[in-house]
């Protein structure tokens, strides 16, 4: 019978609502789960406004990100994961190109030298809604009506429906800063690079949405491995689950899309099952 995991973070979290299958080849089998092109493009842009906030507020400007920009890029060309993306030098000029896109977008939201940080990627431990919860801040921001959580997206702005699930993240981040510091933020915010802000002030009604739904996941998680069940949630992602040829349901779901003509092209689940 597998143990529920000594913490759990947003991104564990929104995997098991996501399929409780895949949960459990991540998170109990430990299998690898590579990141792929979007996510490490994301890292680069993370460590890059990672290290321009860093910075003392007067010099975060696009000069300074930009130098900061050539002094990161050895890191991530040289991790394993991105070497295994096997991009030619076209591609890569190509993926440095976007992340740099993405990097000089924060200044059409905001003015980073008149921001006032207090720390970057800030690890939180806390207990939320009685779960142990883990996770890292982007960054946390000291404005005049208090601490604010910001996280940092590469992908899309999200479609208006599913807004409130998205703010889930800062606001489940608010109260793990509340139980650690005593101090409640006064917003959490999502900076969707090139895109907009989605932000939220907090309240104890948001706050208690997002904080019940993480502590029903939870439950949930117990129960599964409780029973040792973790039920397969077929859908459009297992074109992208790296499990997908060991998931008898999640294969056949796949084959069943392609036949369809309703598997789109660079689904990497074609790869992995030869399709
Ligand atoms: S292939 Fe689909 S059903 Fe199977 S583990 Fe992956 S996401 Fe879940």
């Known amino acids: 019978m597998p143990t529920p995991p000594r913490s759990f973070s947003v991104s564990s979290a929104g995997l098991f609502r996501q399929c409780p299958r895949r949960w459990h080849f991540r998170y109990v089998e430990k299998r690898p789960d590579p990141p792929g092109e979007p996510a490490l493009l994301g890292t680069f842009v993370h460590r890059v406004l990672e290290l321009l906030c860093s910075e003392p507020a007067g010099g975060r400007t696009t000069d300074r990100a930009r130098e900061l920009a050539a002094a990161a890029w050895p890191e991530t060309r040289d991790d394993t994961d991105f070497i295994a993306l096997d991009l030619d030098d076209y591609a890569q000029r190509q993926f440095r190109w976007r992340g740099w896109t993405a990097i000089e977008k924060l200044w059409e939201l905001e003015d980073p030298a008149q921001v006032d940080v207090e720390a970057t990627e800030a690890k939180v431990s806390a207990t939320v809604g009685g779960v142990p919860f883990f996770g890292i801040i982007d960054r946390l921001d000291s404005a005049r009506d208090g601490l604010v959580v910001t ?20 606001l489940l981040y608010a109260a793990a800063v509340e139980d650690q510091r005593g101090e409640r933020p006064s917003r959490g915010r999502l900076y969707f690079l090139g895109n907009q802000v989605v932000e939220t002030p907090v309240t104890e009604e948001g706050l208690n949405g997002s904080v019940s739904r993480f502590s029903e996941t939870w ?57």
Not at 236 to 264: M, Q, T
């Open 219 to 275: 439950t949930e998680v117990g129960r599964s491995c409780a029973d040792d069940e973790f039920d397969a949630k077929v859908g459009p992602l297992c074109g992208w689950c790296p499990y997908v040829a060991d998931c008898v349901e999640g294969a056949s779901e796949v084959r069943s899309r392609a036949g369809r003509g309703r598997l789109k092209s660079d689904a990497p689940a074609r790869v992995l099952l030869g399709l």
């Open 151 to 170: 996280d940092y997206k590469t992908g899309k702005a999200p479609r208006p429906g599913d807004v409130p699930d998205k703010l889930d993240q800062v």
